[in-house]
């Protein structure tokens, strides 16, 4: 599978786990049951990886989140900005630019246009800490 095949895959099971309080693996039981979308052990990590995250992952989002309070996000955009902050922070093969394009394409095919510039703005001013931590520590 193509690392874009596999976040959309692991973009599906986040959002499907917002709903329900299944734990992560009931919930790739379930995807396996249904054979509705390509699953392998790439998606797995990265959606049990991002789930195991989920409360740090959504702080961050709420701090940068500056014109909407954290439970006024559609759970899509929540899905899509958790697998976007995770690798921008713990994904050492996936440079911060491309964890946030990304996101923008899956934005652009599950959310509608505000929503897209609403991820794109959180994942940019998030990005920009990125870079100033890096610069600090050099």
């Known amino acids: 599978m193509r690392r874009s095949e596999i976040r959309e895959a692991a973009f599906i099971l986040t959002f499907e786990k917002l709903f329900t309080d299944d734990t992560a693996e009931s919930v790739i039981e379930a995807a396996y049951e249904v054979d509705e979308f390509d699953m392998d052990d790439e998606v797995e990590k990265l959606f049990i990886s991002v789930d195991e995250?989920?409360?740090?992952?959504?702080r961050i989002?709420?701090?940068?989140?500056?014109?909407?309070?954290?439970?006024?996000?559609?759970?899509?955009?929540?899905?899509?900005?958790?697998?976007a902050i995770y690798e921008m922070n713990y994904d050492d093969k996936v440079p911060v630019n491309?964890?946030?394009?990304?996101?923008?394409?899956?934005?652009?095919?599950?959310?509608?246009?505000?929503d897209v510039q609403f991820i794109n703005g959180v994942l940019g001013a998030y990005a920009k800490t990125l870079d100033?931590?890096?610069?600090?520590?050099?």
């Open 61 to 83: 989002i709420a701090e940068f989140s500056e014109k909407r309070q954290f439970g006024r996000i559609p759970k899509v955009s929540v899905a899509i900005l958790r697998i």
């Open 98 to 114: 491309v964890a946030i394009s990304e996101a923008v394409i899956l934005a652009r095919k599950f959310t509608y246009d505000p």
């Open 53 to 58: 995250k989920s409360e740090e992952l959504d």
């Open 132 to 138: 100033s931590k890096k610069e600090s520590v050099e």
